[in-house]
């Protein structure tokens, strides 16, 4: 059967994405190639080749000295992440870039086969977690070594008179909003949801956590932090926001209407506002139609819970088929809940049978109709998920190889 997680109950063990990076966008529109270098350019050798070996891919190797002073004076300890480069000579140097001022070192690395070479170096990125795209002339790729700084690359192959070579520009990017990113925000989760004003620079991105796809916002140069949430919290509820849950100063919100949910908390450690958001997985109605046109002659009970949601479809285990109805977010205690239930609306436990391979299974005769329906159910703590199953048969004629 299908093992999907439930996202929120996860999430309130602990605020999961507080560390995730946020991602870069437009990273290939800073004019690098036309900056003049401030520095004059110098010239190192190294006797290897233009090439890299898988057991370079992991930065096992490091850069030489005067070339690594030039990464660092430009990265900082960040320098450290980018791969060696291995090639018969280099020349390095710095510059800023003309729009942004950023300091950028730029390392033109010399050798044989240099289209050969740089198609190595991707897959050294890639090895050592870089997200890389190809354009036409050049390759970009980046990594997010701490939550507000983006490592930069960009890289190309040419040749010079009879000399080919890769040239390397190297930097570090922060990209903020000034206000609160309120297009982007809407234009994700499709509300303008509460913003905190409490900041002087904002960052948005979205990143994805199992198959859910989830908005983060970074707030940045807080005025109050530690009142921070609390003030955010009374905000939410304004907007429609009930408060699922508390952890470690973090909350958990949800607007059970449009099925969005709302977590948020100060990242002291960090030294940043964490907003994250995403859309709820399922709906908020018990398929009370698909059960009836399925089981137009049994009784079956709803289950409900403050805050469940419903997934429901066909499924099948074996050679039974079954309607499958996964109640995400359900408390421990909710089996003894739905067994009440389904005492109470008639149904019978019978012991002996068994269709998924695990929970209880209780069967209801329709006299009227003479027809049976059977029902089993089980809990999954780690997903905080209940999972009802009904198997689609002729229970009267078929029953027994249940």
């Given amino acids: 059967m299908d093992t999907t997680f439930n996202l929120t109950k996860l999430l309130r063990k602990g605020l999961v994405l507080a560390s995730l990076p946020l991602l870069l966008a437009g990273c290939g529109n800073n004019d690098i190639s036309s900056s003049d270098p401030l520095d004059s350019t110098s010239s190192t050798n190294e006797n290897t080749s233009l090439t890299i070996s898988e057991s370079e891919f992991k930065n096992e190797s490091e850069w030489n000295d005067d070339v690594a002073a030039v990464l660092y004076e430009a990265l900082g300890d960040y320098y450290s992440s980018v791969p060696c480069f291995h090639a018969d000579s280099y020349d390095i140097g710095l510059f800023e870039q003309n729009q942004t ?23 050294a990125l890639k090895a050592n977690d870089f997200t890389v795209y190809p354009y036409e002339d050049y390759t970009i790729a980046f990594i997010q070594p701490s939550l507000i700084d983006t490592l930069i690359l960009q890289y190309e192959a040419g040749t010079e008179g009879d000399e080919e070579y890769v040239r390397i520009f190297a930097y570090v990017r922060q990209e903020y909003y000034e206000t609160w990113p309120y297009d982007q925000v809407e234009a994700f989760i499709g509300i303008d949801l509460p913003s905190f004003e409490d900041a002087n620079r904002y960052q948005f ?196 190889n249940l």
């Fill in 101 to 123: 001022g950023i300091l950028t070192a730029d390392l033109t690395c010399y050798g044989e086969n240099a289209a050969l070479a740089m198609r190595a170096y991707t897959v």
């Fill in 205 to 400: 991105a979205v990143t994805t956590y199992g198959e859910t796809e989830i908005g983060i916002i970074g707030c940045f140069d807080v005025d109050d932090p530690d009142n921070a949430a609390s003030d955010y919290a009374e905000l939410v509820q304004e907007y429609g926001f009930s408060i699922v849950d508390q952890n470690s100063g973090f909350y958990y919100t949800m607007d059970e209407e449009n099925g969005i949910e709302l977590d948020f908390g100060y990242d002291y450690e960090s030294n940043y506002f964490h907003i994250q958001t995403y859309m709820l997985p399922g709906s908020k109605y018990w398929p009370s139609a698909d059960l009836e046109m399925l089981f137009p002659s049994a009784n079956i009970p709803a289950y409900e819970e403050q805050f469940v949601r419903y997934e429901s479809g066909l499924g099948q285990s074996g050679t039974t088929f079954l309607y499958v109805i996964y109640c995400l977010g359900a408390s421990e205690g909710c089996e003894a809940i739905y067994q009440a239930s389904l005492e109470e609306a008639g149904w019978i436990y019978e012991p002996n049978k068994d269709f998924v391979g695990w929970g209880k299974v209780y069967s209801y005769h329709d006299s009227e109709s003479g027809e049976t329906t059977y029902l089993q159910f089980e809990y999954d703590e780690v997903y905080s998920r209940f999972s009802i199953y009904i198997p689609i048969v002729d229970s009267m004629e078929q029953g027994e």
